[in-house]
T-cell receptor, first 114, second 109 residues
Framework: ETGVTQSPTHLIKTRGQQVTLRCSSQ?????VSWYQQALGQGPQFIFQ???????GRGNFPPRFSGLQFPNYSSELNVNALELDDSALYLC?????????????FGQGTRLTVV | RKEVEQDPGPFNVPEGATVAFNCTYS??????FFWYRQDCRKEPKLLMS???SGNEDGRFTAQLNRASQYISLLIRDSKLSDSATYLC??????????FGKGTRLSVIA
């Protein structure tokens, strides 16, 4: 196992609601990235946090926001959910700034918006 | 043009076959290259990194051609357990990983 855990594993929400997904990164990793993977697609980068600050963002609207905490765990928040937000949300932890770019993924949260 | 493009799947091959996946990337500044494996409804897992000199791990061989911006993965003696989606991944220094769409492999008995 990677040591990266996400919660919850599955979630069903109604259009317009808000959701918070959580990720505990691998011990010693200081960088957390979030990805959205729609069915039949590769993971798409949402944003990345390094030492509690966002330091990169993909092509996602502002209603996707996040946090990283002092223990390097992280949250992904999505407001005003849309049907197209239904996807597998993956959290990856890494030590990019220590010369390694290998990322370790959590098992993902499968979000269904109805 | 997508940053990372892969062969469209699915690939359906018999056990014991050799199968090759190809991938091209558009950013010439890309520095790190990987193949990830993703089983159905699971998270991606690193299969192998790809180095300029080419590298091998058992039945798996990865090649990188920087001039052509091309990456390949060769699987020899396919096993049923190799059935999965294979994701080509690149990144540029400290930037996030950029994934291809993935190629699905089904190994048939």
């Amino acid at each position: 196992e990677t040591g990266v855990t996400q919660s919850p594993t599955h979630l069903i929400k109604t259009r317009g609601q808000q959701v918070t997904l959580r990720c505990s990164s691998q011990s010693g990793h200081n960088t957390v990235s979030w990805y959205q993977q729609a069915l039949g697609q590769g993971p798409q980068f949402i944003f990345q946090y390094y030492r509690e600050e966002e330091n990169g963002r993909g092509n996602f609207p502002p209603r996707f926001s996040g946090l990283q905490f002092p223990n390097y765990s992280s949250e992904l928040n999505v407001n005003a959910l849309e049907l197209d937000d239904s996807a597998l949300y993956l959290c990856a932890s890494s030590q990019i700034y220590r010369g390694s770019t290998e990322a370790f993924f959590g098992q993902g949260t499968r979000l269904t918006v109805v | 043009r997508k940053e990372v493009e892969q062969d469209p799947g699915p690939f359906n091959v018999p056990e014991g076959a050799t199968v090759a996946f190809n991938c091209t990337y558009s950013n010439s500044a890309s520095q790190s290259f990987f193949w990830y494996r993703q089983d159905c409804r699971k998270e991606p897992k690193l299969l192998m990194s790809v180095y300029s000199s080419g590298n091998e791990d058992g039945r798996f061989t990865a090649q990188l051609n920087r001039a052509s911006q091309y990456i390949s993965l060769l699987i020899r003696d396919s096993k049923l357990s190799d059935s999965a989606t294979y994701l080509c991944v690149v990144n540029t220094g400290n930037t996030p990983l950029v994934f291809g769409k993935g190629t699905r492999l089904s190994v048939i008995a």
